[in-house]
Every structure is written in structure tokens, then in C-alpha cells.
């Protein structure tokens, strides 16, 4: 991997995390707070959905820099020496790898962010600062191996399949379409993550050639769950007014 696709990675990688988060974030305030222990209404309702906002626009760009840059250099490492029959666990080690660099950036936005939007009254300087001072550096880092234990298992589902249906779609239509099967396949791996598990078996039956995957994938989001809870009631530990 040389410097111009290292750099690449970087910038669109980082520019990427950053529109998808700012776009989304009211959603990720809905859903952090009906996830909440004090309770919707209690944690703000539908007031202020940008609170946190700071913390998620300074983070995301590195975030995503991060883990891109990491995917795309690891798996140009890992292929110089592998057969291609190896190449989904190469897209899974990297993917990997990715997710625990960047959830060094991210688990500190996440902590901010979480507490922003369930205290709108409280700007996200202040929230900073009362964790570091009443946590220290460690508070910021509360529930870092439930997060990357729940971001792994979806990276391990997404990235083979992603790079599976890109070499496939290239090899039928070439690389005139590339920007369109980027959101396609970048839809559909957000719907893997976003299905319910009352559907996602009954979707991802569907790829019947992806037998393995599908059983995989149904348990990793029941892990996932599990941990989304834990991550939670980590980033809650106090109060804030």
C-alpha cells in the first residue's frame, strides 16, 4: 500500500464517518436515550436531538480515518503473502484490527456523547470535563471492550460480504459503477446492523449460499444486544444535571 492509497483511505474514510454521523445523529439520540434508565421522556425526549453534537463532529472524522486507514493497510499486508481462498479471513482480520484502533477514538466520543444527549441541559464541555476530573482519563474509556466486542462481530459479516458482492458486481459491469455498488453495498451492510432479530434470519436466509454466514451473523447480533446494554449502563455512572 503505497503513500497516495494511504492517504486516500484516510480522507475518504474520515469524510465518510463524518456525513453518516451528522446525518444520523438525531436517530443515535432517539435511540440512546429510549435505551436510557431514566427513561425517554426523563432523558429529554425529543428535545435538543443534537446535543452531543460536538463531540461526535471532533471524533468521527479521526474515527473513521482511523479504522479505514487501518482496514485498507492491513489487508494490502496480509494479501501480498495469501492465496485468494483466504481472502475473507484477511477482510476479517483487518476489519478487525480496524475496529480496535478506531474504538480508541471513538469509546471517548461515544462516553461524551451518550451523557450529552441524555442531559441536554448540560453543554458537552462540561460533561468533559466533570468525567475527567470526577473519572480521570480511564472514565473516558468506559465500556471500550464491550464496544469492540459488539462492533467486531458485525465488521467480520460485513467487509467479506462487502468485498465479495464489489469483486462481484466489478467483474459483471466493471468499474464504471463503482460509486453505485459503494451504496448498495453500503446500505445493505447498515440494514445487518439495523434489522431486528424477528427479520434478520429470515433475510439473511435468503443467501442460501451464505449458510454459515447467516447462523454467524443471527448470533452475533444477539451478542451484540447484550453488549449495546452493557456499553450503556458503562457510559452511565453518574449523574448529570
Not at 11 to 27: E, H, K, M, S, Y
Not at 161 to 179: F, I, M, N, P
Request: with cysteine; net charge neutral; proline share 6%.
Amino acid at each position: 500500500m503505497d503513500r497516495g492509497d494511504f492517504l486516500v483511505s484516510l480522507t475518504a474514510g474520515g469524510l465518510a464517518g463524518v456525513c453518516v454521523d451528522l446525518i444520523l445523529f438525531p436517530l443515535d439520540t432517539v435511540k440512546t436515550r429510549l435505551q436510557s434508565p431514566q427513561g425517554f421522556k426523563k432523558a429529554g425526549g425529543f428535545h435538543g436531538i443534537y446535543a452531543g453534537v460536538p463531540s461526535t463532529a471532533v471524533g468521527s472524522f479521526p474515527n473513521a480515518a482511523a479504522f479505514f486507514a487501518t482496514y485498507e493497510f492491513t489487508k494490502a499486508t496480509l494479501r501480498k503473502d495469501a492465496p485468494p481462498y483466504l481472502s475473507p479471513l484477511t477482510h476479517m482480520l483487518a476489519a478487525s484490527l480496524g475496529e480496535i484502533v478506531a474504538c480508541l477514538i471513538r469509546v471517548p466520543s461515544e462516553v461524551v456523547k451518550q451523557r450529552a444527549q441524555v442531559s441536554p441541559s448540560s453543554s458537552t464541555l462540561r460533561i468533559l470535563s466533570n468525567t475527567v476530573c470526577e473519572e480521570g482519563i480511564l472514565g473516558l474509556y468506559r465500556g471500550y471492550k464491550s464496544t469492540v466486542l459488539r462492533e467486531i462481530p458485525f465488521s467480520l459479516v460485513q467487509f467479506p460480504l462487502w468485498e465479495s458482492l464489489k469483486d462481484l458486481w466489478s467483474w459483471k459491469q466493471g468499474h464504471v459503477v463503482d460509486s453505485w455498488q459503494s451504496a448498495v453495498c453500503g446500505a445493505f451492510a447498515g440494514c445487518l446492523q439495523a434489522l431486528s432479530l424477528e427479520y434478520l434470519p429470515s433475510v439473511l436466509g435468503a443467501l442460501s449460499s451464505w449458510g454459515c454466514m447467516t447462523r454467524y451473523a443471527v448470533c452475533s447480533c444477539e451478542l451484540a444486544l447484550e453488549l449495546e446494554k452493557e456499553q450503556l449502563r458503562c457510559c452511565f455512572p453518574l449523574p448529570f444535571s
